[in-house]
Antibody, heavy 116, light 108 residues
C-alpha cells in the first residue's frame, strides 16, 4: 500500500526556520517525483515544487522559487520542505503528494502556523 | 501559465440528484486533466485522470469528460459522502501545473 506520512503540526514565530517531512512507503521512492502543495486557510490548492528523489532534480513554481527549499534523502525515503525565515503569510496546510503526471497519492498534510 | 477556471463556485444539490461541474483551461491541455475531491479536514483525493479515467476505487457514479479547454465532472446520483470541494488540475507539459479554484458541492 502506497503511503505518504507527513510530520506533525508546527507553531512557529516569524523569522524562525522550519523543515517538515514526508516519508514514503509501499513503492519505489526513487522512481517517482514528489510534489509539495500549499493550501492557505479557506483557499484552494497551489503547487509549490517537485523533487525526483532518485537524483534530487528539483523544480519550483515561480511563485515559490527562493521562498522555500525542497530536498530529499532517498536512504530514508523522505522528502522535505524547508523555510529559512518564516512569515505570517506562510501559515497554511502543506501537502506532499506522489506525482504520476497528476498527484495520485497524498500525505495527510502538515499544518504550519506562524504567529508572534 | 495556464489558468484553470471552475464553475460554479458553489453548487447546491439534493441527495440523489445529478451534479455537473465545469472546468475551463485558458489554452488547450489535451486530455491532461485530473479531478480531486477534498472533504473538510482531509487531504485531496484523486478521482479522475486523463480527463475521463477513474482512479482506483472511485465509484462509477463519478465520470469525467472533455478535452482541449472544456472539461466536465459529473456525479450521477449524489450520495451524502460526495458533498465536498472538487478541484481540477491541468498537467500538460508541466512544470508548471495549475489547479482550478474549486467547486463546493453542498446539500440543497
Amino acid at each position: 500500500e502506497v503511503q505518504l506520512v507527513q510530520s506533525g503540526a508546527e507553531v512557529k514565530k516569524p523569522g524562525e526556520s522550519l523543515k517538515i517531512s514526508c516519508k514514503g512507503s509501499g513503492y519505489s521512492f526513487t522512481s517517482y517525483w514528489i510534489g509539495w502543495v500549499r493550501q492557505m486557510p479557506g483557499k484552494g490548492l497551489e503547487w509549490m515544487g517537485i523533487i525526483y528523489p532518485g537524483d534530487s532534480d528539483t523544480r519550483y513554481s515561480p511563485s515559490f522559487q527562493g521562498q522555500v527549499t525542497i530536498s530529499a534523502d532517498k536512504s530514508i525515503s523522505t522528502a522535505y520542505l524547508q523555510w529559512s525565515s518564516l512569515k505570517a503569510s506562510d501559515t497554511a496546510m502543506y501537502y506532499c503528494a506522489r506525482l504520476a503526471d497528476y498527484f495520485d497519492y497524498w500525505g495527510q498534510g502538515t499544518l504550519v502556523t506562524v504567529s508572534s | 501559465e495556464i489558468v484553470m477556471t471552475q464553475s460554479p463556485a458553489t453548487l447546491s444539490v439534493s441527495p440523489g440528484e445529478r451534479a455537473t461541474l465545469s472546468c475551463r483551461a485558458s489554452q488547450s491541455v489535451s486530455s491532461n486533466l485530473a479531478w480531486y475531491q477534498q472533504k473538510p479536514g482531509q487531504a485531496p483525493r484523486l478521482l479522475i485522470y486523463g480527463a475521463s479515467t477513474r482512479a482506483t476505487g472511485i465509484p462509477a457514479r463519478f465520470s469525467g469528460s472533455g478535452s482541449g479547454t472544456e472539461f466536465t465532472l459529473t456525479i450521477s446520483s449524489l450520495q451524502s459522502e460526495d458533498f465536498a470541494v472538487y478541484y481540477c488540475q491541468q498537467y500538460n507539459n508541466w512544470p508548471p501545473t495549475t489547479f482550478g479554484g474549486g467547486t463546493k458541492v453542498e446539500i440543497k
